[in-house]
DNA sequence: CGGAGCGTTGATAGAAGTCAATTGACGTGG
DNA sequence: CCACGTCAATTGACTTCTATCAACGCTCCG
């Protein structure tokens, strides 16, 4: 279920610990925060099913989204170590998630170093996401933008078996897809149509199709190994 | 030095410990490449002198910056725990770095739980920059961008007391800003003629001084809090 | 001296934003 | 059952921002 335990093996031991270190199962619905900038949390949030994401407002009031999760994600390890939350961090669908007590996590690092590198690992994936999101936006037209969302997302969902046929489950709005490429809605409907019409993708009734991911990878020079699918000792 | 002394009180034996890591000094010349990407490397490098930057190379031969580091700063910690570099770093001025040997960094990680969190810590801030790129990228113009990066730098040099009177040497080429940007040259030029004409900043001969923190400030909507300053116990 | 690199400026082209209107799906209340 | 409101998707017209192309000056240095 967690990323993390596809890029290194867990140990039965460790495996058991993960899973006793959830808590509670909570619904999150669509548009409902889950945490709120400026909070101070107890508890880090790992995402079971749904799509969340990382947003600030900005001063003209519009949402710019930095990261969007998929499920087997950590929305907010980093609070663990983070004073406050500098983000905050909403459904875009309805939700599952489950909250992991930062005191679990702290009591982790203390016995456990293996684990512990692999939740870091688990950030540090993050961050490489980041890196490539602000890579793409200062590099690209919308259009190479977009599609490198797309292939992120599918690559990622693949991971954690959400995929089949190069089909997923995408019930995001076109409003949200703006926020998170720092485009309008407008220019975000007429890139979609440019994709749809060079027939890249099918999109409809929340499920995206791609038709051609040789062509949709070269038009985002999308290169899988930024998200460091490996297997091996951490 | 570093950083994350700045943010956690370190104990005299930790202190050491640190110390104790530091292999010896290297000078890097200006645009010269400190770490390629695909490599996998066997130490993590520390920014002691110089402004240095994460980039990427895209398929036209444009380079895109994704991070800017100056000292203190680790570029590439995230390096212990993954495979391969998903981008390459290398010297914006004249820089001197010196290595820390993975060796040591992983047998930290089993002995010390406190130094693992302040190391994890530095690279949560390394991604809540880039989040705060991503933010800056996709909601303003070019010149909210520009003052905001200003005004991170200034924050992050004052850290390390690089800065006095709210000016600091910087260095940078035109071209390095616009990389960094995702903006032509031309625009970056344009847009600091604009911070200069509306008396906000000066900027000759490689010294940056900032001649209106509060409107600078206001155009950037910066706000600190992402650094997260604070010295408090991780 | 002459070239290379950087900074600067003007003119023009292209990308993306804004404003406005229409359509369709959906849910609620009468 | 239908009227109505809301929200998202779509399209057209126009504006603004940013890129590109081109030219020129400056400084540094071989």
Same mark, same amino acid.
């Given at each position: 279920?967690?990323?993390?335990?596809?890029?290194?093996?867990?140990?039965?031991?460790?495996?058991?610990?993960?899973?006793?270190?959830?808590?509670?199962?909570?619904?999150?619905?669509?548009?409902?925060?889950? @945490?709120? &900038?400026?909070?101070?949390?107890?508890?880090?949030?790992? *995402?079971? %099913?749904? =799509? $969340?994401?990382?947003?600030?407002?900005?001063?003209?009031?519009?949402?710019?989204?930095?990261?969007?999760?998929?499920?087997?994600?950590?929305?907010?390890?980093?609070?663990?170590?983070?004073?406050?939350?500098?983000?905050?961090?909403?459904?875009?669908?309805?939700?599952?998630?489950?909250?992991?007590?930062?005191?679990?996590?702290?009591?982790?690092?203390?016995?456990?170093?293996?684990?512990?590198?692999?939740?870091?690992?688990?950030?540090?994936?993050?961050?490489?996401?980041?890196?490539?999101?602000?890579?793409?936006?200062?590099?690209?037209?919308?259009?190479?933008?977009?599609?490198?969302? @797309?292939? &992120?997302?599918?690559?990622?969902?693949?991971?954690?078996? *959400?995929? %089949?046929? =190069? $089909?997923?489950?995408?019930?995001?709005?076109?409003?949200?897809?703006?926020?998170?490429?720092?485009?309008?809605?407008?220019?975000?409907?007429?890139?979609?149509?440019?994709?749809?019409?060079?027939?890249?993708?099918?999109?409809?009734?929340?499920?995206?199709?791609?038709?051609?991911?040789?062509?949709?990878?070269?038009?985002?020079?999308?290169?899988?190994?930024?998200?460091?699918?490996?297997?091996?000792?951490?």
């Amino acid at each position: 279920m967690l990323s993390l335990e596809r890029r290194d093996r867990l140990s039965a031991e460790e495996q058991a610990i993960v899973r006793g270190m959830m808590g509670k199962m909570r619904n999150i619905a669509a548009k409902q925060d889950i @945490i709120r &900038e400026g909070e101070r949390v107890t508890d880090s949030c790992l *995402l079971i %099913s749904g =799509y $969340a994401a990382r947003y600030n407002i900005l001063s003209d009031g519009a949402r710019q989204i930095s990261a969007i999760h998929v499920p087997g994600d950590f929305l907010d390890l980093h609070s663990l170590l983070l004073g406050r939350m500098d983000h905050s961090v909403t459904g875009l669908t309805p939700c599952e998630i489950v909250l992991v007590p930062h005191d679990l996590l702290r009591g982790l690092t203390e016995t456990h170093p293996h684990l512990t590198r692999l939740f870091w690992l688990s950030t540090l994936i993050d961050a490489a996401i980041h890196r490539r999101w602000i890579v793409t936006a200062g590099g690209f037209p919308a259009q190479g933008q977009l599609a490198h969302l @797309i292939c &992120e997302l599918y690559t990622r969902l693949n991971v954690v078996g *959400l995929v %089949s046929d =190069y $089909a997923f489950h995408f019930p995001l709005s076109q409003i949200d897809l703006a926020d998170a490429l720092g485009i309008s809605t407008v220019h975000v409907n007429r890139t979609i149509k440019e994709l749809r019409t060079q027939g890249l993708i099918q999109w409809q009734g929340g499920q995206m199709q791609i038709l051609d991911w040789d062509r949709l990878r070269e038009i985002a020079q999308f290169d899988a190994a930024y998200l460091d699918l490996e297997c091996i000792p951490r």
